[in-house]
């Protein structure tokens, strides 16, 4: 099956640093999604992104499905951004595939 | 809008027990998926409705689990007799058919078992 690999697997940031968070995946896919899961558990969609560059606030995802691979970059981080970032590839049949996630940690 | 609501939050049985988890999906949307997740990996997929028939469980260990969604709106994931190794977090999450079809996640069953 489809491999969804994400780098790093830890990052410990200073409160106010910027960040960047790599997705690569070994085929094709017909989508890809960013999550965030808060300490709470709850996913919550950050991105829907098949290809492109997108921004939301503090947050932006870039996408080359080309050379499959996607980014999350998080500036001026917040205490409030820790947790663990999920990429989901999309698979037929609106499936996704998850990688095993990216736990940061924001220090005040 | 309201969203994907799941109950119970949390359930702690002892293995070879039966359990249920119970998922009402957002209004109008068609899709419905059963994830588990164990502790420090990324959800993996159980289960797919689209309405009330299934799409995919490949990965659905069938002969303890079992999963239903009658009348195309709310379902029931259930284990049977349960594991050690069934221990982890299940989550529901609902797509609309649009354009997008992107996936909203309930807030899961926290499941132990001991």
């Known amino acids: 099956g489809i491999q969804v690999e994400q780098s790093p697997p830890d990052l410990i940031l200073q409160e106010g640093a910027n960040s960047t968070l790599r997705c690569n995946f070994s085929?094709?896919?017909?989508?890809l999604q960013w999550f965030h899961q808060n300490p709470w558990g709850q996913l919550i969609n950050l991105f829907y992104?098949?290809?492109g560059t997108k921004q939301n606030g503090r947050l932006s995802a870039t996408t080359v499905a080309t050379e499959r691979y996607s980014l999350l970059y998080i500036s001026s981080s917040q205490t409030t951004d820790s947790g663990v970032y999920f990429c989901?590839?999309?698979?037929?049949?609106?499936?996704?595939?998850f990688g095993a996630g990216t736990t940061v940690t924001v220090r005040a | 809008e309201a969203g994907v609501a799941q109950s119970p939050r949390y359930k702690i049985i002892e293995k070879r027990q039966s359990v249920a988890f119970w998922c009402n999906p957002i209004?109008?949307?068609?899709?419905l998926y059963w994830y588990q997740q164990i502790l420090g990996q990324g959800p993996k997929l159980l289960i797919q409705?689209?309405?009330?028939?299934?799409?995919?469980d490949s990965q659905l260990p069938k002969d303890r689990f079992s999963a239903e969604r009658l009348k195309g709106v709310d379902s029931t994931l259930k284990i049977q007799p349960a594991k050690l190794e069934d221990s982890a977090v299940y989550l529901c999450?609902?797509?609309?058919?649009?354009?997008?079809?992107?996936?909203?996640f309930g807030p899961g069953t926290r499941l132990t078992v001991t």
């Open positions: 999450a609902s797509s609309a058919r649009d354009s997008t079809y992107e996936q909203y």
């Open positions: 085929d094709s896919v017909n989508n």
């Open positions: 992104i098949p290809s």
């Open positions: 989901a590839v999309e698979l037929d049949d609106y499936k996704l595939s």
């Open positions: 209004s109008g949307h068609a899709t």
């Open positions: 409705f689209q309405n009330n028939g299934v799409v995919d």
